[in-house]
């Protein structure tokens, strides 16, 4: 009997030190949400709930102790202000975060992968910003749903079909002729709507994305050309950026084509620089998502690699509701993969000026990112940061900008080529008259001669009657 009681004293610290342990706490803070990362030994039972005046969201992880203490207090977010535990008698570590604001809070378990332990995520998202999306939601969903009967008018755009091409050309001396803009019926709008570009910057928060040789991670080279991008962007008239990923958290995938679909975009483009097994791989490539399997080898190499994303970020893919099966289901609409071909081929024509590209032609792959069946989606890896070379031009900031500048002459082209209804562009249009010069246009519209032989992809000023120049 002694040697029992012996026995269970000696067993009671081993006992106490058998439970989960926490090994560390990760924080990403972003302006529309939080995540907190615990990396565990392994998995635990654990509750969520929120406490008011002042703020707080409490986490119970039930037999778990810390390893090391908790980051400091002072944690500068715009919402996570700090972070407190305590030990409960009972075994339980409670963790406390203190708030600046209300927030919701939603949790979720992740399992071991490859160098990632157990993990509880923790993502936290302001109560005002949750509340004000779903408002913006119904209310734009309330105006497609009761669109008022439109009345029609003259003005002064040119008409959609374009006439037949005169054999002869018109390049008038005298630069002082007037064009004669035709007048046509068009559908009234008190004001046209902006073509929205959904930009994608891969990865971010605790999935740094492809890792080059010198250590540099694809998820900040493509965040800051996704920001280039967007200004550009911002100051093109008719247009209007959306970061899906404006810092350095994670989006989940599915997460990043509904965000693209709430802001109603009429483009989704996702931006990676990925890295290959050999160093030797190197260049741009643009990608459409293929409904029938990879174009070659590497697409469908990068495409396993980027949508592993989902189990180092977080996201359960299992989840199949409703809307993931529509989503499915509508993947065969031609329109959308047509149009996602062509804005793949004019972006990829746009690379080929900025340096080597991988492939001539457009890939295809299976990449999760771009199973939208509504948005036009392309994905384009910008350079293989395994290659020594492309990784240092990639920490180039004037790589970059040439990046961008090259993305948006793409996409600059192919909107003024396929211009949406009820948009800036489809108002702006002119059929060349007998007498029109090139330089009278502009004159009229009051834009120079380059921004509008680049709106038109012409080399010289030789126009023709019946063409439609596009007016930037």
């Known amino acids: 009997?002694?040697?029992?009681?012996?026995?269970?004293?000696?067993?009671?610290?081993?006992?106490?030190?058998?439970?989960?342990?926490?090994?560390?706490?990760?924080?990403?803070?972003?302006?529309?949400?939080?995540?907190?990362?615990?990396?565990?030994?392994?998995?635990?039972?654990?509750?969520?709930?929120?406490?008011?005046?002042?703020?707080?969201?409490?986490?119970?992880?039930?037999?778990?102790r810390l390893a090391q203490p908790l980051p400091p207090n002072s944690l500068n977010g715009k919402l996570l202000r700090g972070l407190r535990s305590a030990n409960k008698s009972t075994g339980i570590l409670r963790v406390v975060l203190e708030l600046s604001h209300a927030a919701h809070a939603k949790s979720f378990s992740l399992k071991p992968y490859k160098n990632h332990s157990h993990r509880l995520v923790i993502d936290l998202t302001r109560t005002d910003i949750g509340e004000s999306q779903q408002k913006l939601v119904k209310t734009a969903a309330a105006?497609?749903?009761?669109?008022?009967?439109?009345?029609?008018?003259?003005?002064?755009?040119?008409?959609?079909?374009?006439?037949?091409?005169?054999?002869?050309?018109?390049?008038?001396?005298?630069?002082?002729?007037?064009?004669?803009?035709?007048?046509?019926?068009?559908?009234?709008?008190?004001?046209?709507?902006?073509?929205?570009?959904?930009?994608?910057?891969?990865?971010?928060?605790?999935?740094?994305?492809?890792?080059?040789?010198?250590?540099?991670?694809?998820?900040?080279?493509?965040?800051?050309?996704?920001?280039?991008?967007?200004?550009?962007?911002?100051?093109?008239?008719?247009?209007?950026?959306?970061m899906i990923r404006k810092g350095d958290y994670y989006v989940g995938l599915r997460e990043r084509i509904n965000e693209a679909r709430q802001h109603k975009a009429d483009l989704f483009i996702s931006i990676h620089a990925d890295a290959f097994t050999h160093p030797k791989a190197r260049g741009s490539s643009v990608y459409i998502l293929s409904e029938k399997g990879a174009s070659s080898e590497a697409a469908r190499y990068l495409a396993k690699r980027e949508n592993e994303s989902e189990f180092i970020g977080g996201v359960n893919l299992n989840e199949k509701d409703d809307l993931l099966a529509r989503v499915l289901l509508d993947l065969s609409q031609t329109s959308t993969h047509e149009a996602s071909l062509e804005i793949a081929d004019t972006l990829l024509a746009g690379l080929k000026n900025v340096g080597q590209v991988h492939s001539q032609h457009v890939q295809h792959a299976g990449f999760a990112v771009l199973k939208s069946p509504d948005i036009p989606s392309v994905l384009i890896e910008t350079a293989f940061i395994s290659n020594p070379h492309e990784e240092r031009q990639l920490r180039s900031q004037t790589h970059q900008q040439r990046l961008a500048n090259a993305m948006m002459n793409g996409i600059r082209y192919y909107f003024y080529s396929n211009p949406l209804p009820d948009t800036l562009l489809a108002q702006r249009r002119h059929i060349i008259n007998r007498g029109d010069t090139l330089s009278g246009v502009a004159q009229h519209y009051d834009v120079s001669l380059n921004q509008l032989r680049l709106a038109n992809d012409l080399k010289g000023d030789r126009?023709?009657?019946?063409d439609i120049l596009l007016i930037p």
Request: some cysteine.
């Open 1 to 64: 009997m002694k040697r029992i009681a012996y026995f269970l004293i000696c067993l009671v610290p081993v006992l106490a030190f058998a439970g989960v342990q926490v090994q560390d706490v990760r924080v990403w803070s972003a302006e529309e949400k939080t995540r907190l990362v615990f990396d565990l030994s392994a998995p635990v039972q654990h509750r969520v709930f929120t406490l008011a005046s002042p703020h707080r969201i409490v986490i119970d992880l039930a037999n778990t």
């Open 143 to 242: 105006i497609t749903d009761n669109k008022p009967q439109q009345t029609t008018h003259k003005i002064r755009i040119a008409p959609e079909n374009k006439p037949p091409r005169s054999s002869t050309p018109q390049e008038g001396k005298s630069e002082k002729t007037q064009p004669n803009p035709t007048t046509i019926i068009a559908a009234a709008r008190d004001k046209p709507r902006d073509i929205v570009i959904a930009i994608d910057a891969g990865h971010g928060g605790e999935d740094p994305g492809a890792i080059g040789p010198q250590g540099t991670q694809e998820k900040q080279v493509v965040l800051a050309i996704a920001q280039k991008l967007a200004r550009l962007l911002d100051r093109e008239p008719g247009m209007r950026p959306v």
């Open 463 to 466: 126009i023709h009657v019946g």
